[in-house]
């Protein structure tokens, strides 16, 4: 596949256990024209028999509406609801 722009980063997200990839990664590319035209001409492509899907990545938010970060909402996790008594 040949280079469509210029890019800053890539990273392909791993399992914590496995380290195996989860399916998707991040690409940042300065230039948004350059961005956009990637994005376009990469939305119709395939590797191997799957469809690639690309898309603007967007902040994560709680489920509360409030932005992420440390210890911000409530966040659950393993033994939450656990009965400690």
């Not at 997200?13 to 940042?28: H, P, W």
């Not at 994560?60 to 996790?77: A, I, L, T």
């Amino acid at each position: 596949m040949k280079s469509l722009a210029p890019v800053n980063s890539a990273k392909v997200i791993l399992d914590r256990e496995t380290r195996k990839s989860r399916g998707f990664g991040f690409v940042e590319i300065p230039d948004n024209a350059a961005a956009e035209k990637a994005m376009k001409e990469l939305s119709i492509s395939e590797i191997g028999s799957k469809r690639l899907t690309v898309k603007v990545a967007e902040d994560k938010k709680n489920k509360d509406g409030n932005s992420g970060g440390y210890g911000s909402g409530n966040k659950g996790g393993y033994n939450k609801g656990r009965n400690r008594h």
